[in-house]
């Protein structure tokens, strides 16, 4: 997989601690809370890239409820 990803830090004003969007380039990018600790930023790091790795945007035939679930089952 050769695939561009940017990642973000926002102040998401709640405590998501992460989100992840395909962009029309192929590209991906990965949003982190900048209110989160350090710790809480890298576990949805690593959340969303196993989305992308995983390639949940690919299958958008799937419902996101389901994807979410075999992402926290799997991770």
């Known amino acids: 997989m050769n695939t561009d990803i940017f990642v973000h830090y926002l102040d998401f004003k709640n405590s998501v601690p992460a989100a ?3 962009n029309e380039d192929g ?3 990965i949003f982190i809370n900048s ?5 809480q930023q890298a576990d949805g790091y690593i959340h969303e890239l196993e989305h992308i790795l995983q ?5 958008r035939d799937r419902c996101v ?5 075999y992402a926290h089952k799997i991770g």
């Open 27 to 29: 590209s991906y990018s």
């Open 65 to 69: 409820d389901t994807l979410e679930y």
């Open 20 to 22: 992840s969007t395909l």
């Open 55 to 59: 390639l949940d945007f690919e299958n």
């Open 35 to 39: 209110r989160l600790n350090q710790e």
